[in-house]
């Protein structure tokens, strides 16, 4: 039967998470403050306004609303600066497989993401027109682990919710996709994604069977 496949962005179709971490490491720097990788973690699927807010906690410091207001319109310009320059070679490993697969079987397929980035890097990488339906952070008030981007990404395939599959790779969008109740399923590590319904550390691992189960299910 016909299901609905709502793909997350960045970690799921792009990683676009190392350039996220470039802009918010340089941004950190310029208030003595060393961001690690391993805080990156914390950062995925968080908005860019939640993402400031969590970098000014762990550096303990107290902004004005004008340093918030620019630091983050600095943050993107040096982001999308990262972006221009990506082609498809930034898709991560199967995704094209997945997509053709999903839509040769005549699958709904939507983007779920909380980046209001997302139609831009989309078109660098030439996928904008795999997608029936585009839910982004222009479209959403409230951010993952809050349900509303899946909700609204399906009501644009015209799905109920069991018929949604989400693919994942942050906590905060399991959480969001299992709230919405829709299979969760998470990409990257089993470890870090426990709750999702079923979890691969990339696309190369889900065969078309499995795929195939999603459908019929
Ligand atoms: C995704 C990423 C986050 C990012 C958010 C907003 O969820 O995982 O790291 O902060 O999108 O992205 P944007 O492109 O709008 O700054
Ligand atoms: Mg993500």
Not at 55 to 72: G, I, P, R, V
Not at 111 to 117: D, E, F, R, Y
Not at 185 to 208: K, R
Request: charge should be negative; include cysteine; hydrophobic fraction near 45%.
């Amino acid at each position: 039967m016909k299901k609905a496949f709502i793909f997350d962005l960045d970690g799921v179709i792009v990683d676009t998470a190392k350039f996220h971490y470039l802009a918010w490491r340089n941004l950190a720097k310029g208030i003595d403050f060393d961001f690690t990788t391993a805080q990156n973690e914390q950062f995925k699927g968080v908005s860019r306004v939640r993402s400031l807010e969590i970098l000014l906690e762990m550096a303990n410091y107290k902004a004005t609303q004008e340093e918030k207001d620019a630091w983050l319109v600095q943050k993107n310009v040096e982001y999308l600066s990262y972006i221009q320059k990506m082609d498809q070679s930034e898709i991560l490993p199967d995704v094209p497989r997945v997509l053709a697969y999903l839509i040769e079987k005549q699958q709904g397929i939507a983007l779920g993401s909380a980046s209001k980035n997302a139609r831009p890097i989309l078109e660098r990488v030439a996928l904008l027109d795999k997608f029936h339906a585009i839910v982004d952070g222009n479209d959403v008030t409230t951010a993952k682990p809050d349900p509303e981007v899946f909700v609204k990404g399906a009501q644009a395939l015209g799905a109920a919710a069991k018929h949604c599959i989400v693919f994942e790779d942050s906590i905060a969008g399991i959480q969001a996709a299992n709230t919405a109740g829709m299979t969760s399923i998470g990409i990257g590590d089993a470890a870090v994604l426990h709750e999702a319904d079923h979890v691969f550390s990339d696309f190369t691992e889900m065969s078309n069977d499995f795929l195939d189960t999603l459908i019929q299910k």
